[in-house]
């Protein structure tokens, strides 16, 4: 859930890339020969109009992982995600599919900067780049494939599922990002988690975020506004991201409740804390504590990735291979070298599909016309759905994903 041309993160905690750097090589803040670049950086943001993903960004914040590896963000601790579908009552597994998804933020938005020391700027994923990879541990085996479906708009679908428990999550999301005192990112699209012994659809709205610390040299992700979840079983979650004011407030707060669709007013669920550090879940009548969450005691699953050398030229981790050496490296000449490579390459495909009138064939998402479950929860939280933003609707395709043949490696995952 993070945006190409900001400063939303780069990847931790997936494995290291052979051959390359682990996200900890890569730096972090401004180093002091530096003030001056970053300096000339921010004026040409503050100044520019138009799509900031379209900026080059100073060499010291360039992250040394693709941007399609963010979706693994999702699902990192593992027995959380597939919780749920052990839970008989609606209400409480709608409040666990809540606890789920909040325990998800400080890997998505935070997790990076406190390991580097600030956020970097992920590389631009190509179309048709791929992250394949899976978690094992007490829940079994969750697995995960990401996709860069569109370059222009940079769009990025995802499926993440576990099979023993019975509960998929996909979607798909861009940005739109702007500047006004600081970054802004709105973030376009959504997903939706499904539980299999329920039948039942969770359809989640993604928040806006800002970038904090510009001016000191050291970015870190705030979240704001409102997102949602609203279940096909009749239970709506809203979560209202505050964080830090000028005078008052606490880093990455937020509040949100659980209640009955249209009864925003008469809360089952309460909860409140900070999405980078611990959280409370309380009764809202008896406002005793049914749930807690904190990030520093509940620790992440390794995500396992193939061998780079096994790996299909698509994936991410092979393809930005020399990429990833040269910026870790801090060898730029190079950086660029093989990012043109990359691009070029990318530009003569584009152009030769153009001449033969044909578009490039997704892996394993296909556009659909229509969503019907979409818009039916949608609805009831007045959520569009912006196809327009996305070059449409992106759903997985598991005849495709059938369809795929070795070496491609994938039949280790489905």
Same mark, same amino acid.
């Given at each position: ?20 750097? %682990? ?80 325990? %998800?933020? &400080? ?130 979650? &809203? ?140 609805? &009831? ?34």
């Amino acid at each position: 859930m993070a945006s190409n041309g900001n400063f939303n993160g780069n990847g931790d905690g997936n494995g290291s890339l052979s051959g390359t750097s %682990t996200p900890k090589d890569e730096g972090s803040s401004v180093p002091p020969q530096s003030k001056g670049s970053w300096s000339s950086f921010l004026k040409s943001i503050a100044s520019f109009n138009g799509d900031l993903s379209s900026l080059t960004a100073p060499p010291f914040i360039l992250s040394t992982t693709s941007l399609v590896e963010y979706s693994s963000y999702w699902a990192e601790h593992p027995s959380i995600f597939v919780a749920p579908a052990n839970e008989e009552d609606p209400a409480k597994r709608a409040m666990l599919v809540l606890k789920w998804f909040l325990s %998800t933020l &400080k890997q998505q938005y935070s997790s990076r900067s406190e390991q580097l020391g600030s956020e970097k700027k992920p590389l631009n994923p190509f179309l048709g780049e791929l992250f394949l990879g899976r978690w094992e541990d007490d829940a079994g085996i969750t697995q995960l494939v990401s996709e860069q479906v569109s370059h222009h708009p940079p769009v990025t679908a995802y499926c993440i599922r576990n099979n023993k428990f019975g509960v998929r999550l996909q979607g798909y999301n861009a940005q739109k990002a702007s500047f006004s005192r600081t970054i802004n990112v709105k973030q376009i699209g959504h997903a939706i988690l499904h539980i299999d012994a329920f039948d039942e659809d969770y359809l989640i709205t993604l928040p806006s975020l800002h970038i904090e610390g510009l001016i000191t040299g050291y970015p870190y992700v705030e979240l704001n506004r409102t997102s949602y979840i609203q279940s096909s079983s009749g239970f709506t979650a &809203k979560i209202d991201y505050t964080g830090k004011g000028w005078i008052s407030g606490k880093k990455n707060s937020f509040t949100a409740s659980l209640y009955p669709e249209g009864k925003e007013k008469e809360p089952l669920y309460t909860v409140d804390g900070q999405w980078t550090d611990a959280f409370t879940i309380r009764d809202a009548k008896t406002k005793m504590v049914v749930d807690t969450f904190d990030p520093n005691v509940t620790k992440t699953t390794p995500l396992t990735v193939a061998p780079i050398e096994e790996q299909d030229e698509m994936e991410s981790r092979r393809a930005w291979q020399k990429v990833a050496t040269a910026i870790s490296q801090g060898d730029m000449d190079t950086t660029s070298y093989e990012k043109s490579i990359i691009e070029n390459s990318q530009r003569e495909m584009r152009k030769r599909e153009k001449e033969e009138g044909r578009e490039w064939e997704r892996r394993f998402f296909t556009r659909i016309e229509t969503f019907p479950l979409f818009d039916k929860l949608a609805a &009831k939280i007045g959520e569009s759905l912006n196809d327009n933003l996305t070059s449409g609707v992106w759903m997985f395709d598991q005849e495709k994903a059938g369809d795929a043949q070795p070496p491609f490696h994938q039949q280790e995952y489905y």
